[in-house]
């Protein structure tokens, strides 16, 4: 059983950048994938980004490519998400999510733990 914890969300101005970190815990074994999604007001749950038990493998979704950053510490049991360069349009609550070791997935059925998210808001 594993537990996540977002934080880190806010209100930023467009431009500006913010850092989202994911707490995990309730694990004595066992390696995960851990994702970042999204999902805005109106809008279906997003992929934002994912990252591989040994961080060695990360992907991301189109739209936040070369703006968005995510790492892990394991020693920590804690991932994060770097968010530079917001956008208006990057305004959502932000969940992190588990899953057993296994490689890329994008698809956040593919995912057994969620956290509660954290509330991201852009300002224009």
């Known amino acids: 059983q594993v537990q996540l914890v977002e934080s880190g969300g806010g209100l930023v101005q467009a431009g500006g950048s913010l850092r989202l970190s994911c707490a995990a815990s309730?694990?004595?074994?066992?390696?995960?994938?851990m994702g970042w999604f999204r999902q805005a007001p109106g809008k279906e749950r997003e992929f934002v980004a994912v990252?591989?038990?040994?961080?060695?493998?990360?992907r991301y979704a189109d739209s936040v490519k070369g703006r968005f950053t995510i790492s892990r510490d394991n020693a920590k049991n804690t991932v994060y998400l770097q968010m530079n360069s917001l956008k208006f349009e990057d305004t959502a609550v932000y969940y992190c999510?588990?899953?057993?070791?296994?490689?890329?997935?994008?698809?956040?059925?593919?995912?057994?733990?969620w956290g509660q998210g954290t509330q991201v808001t852009v300002s224009s």
């Open positions: 999510a588990a899953r057993r070791r296994g490689g890329i997935v994008t698809s956040g059925e593919g995912y057994e733990y």
């Open positions: 309730g694990r004595s074994s066992g390696s995960y994938d």
């Open positions: 990252i591989t038990w040994s961080g060695s493998q990360t």
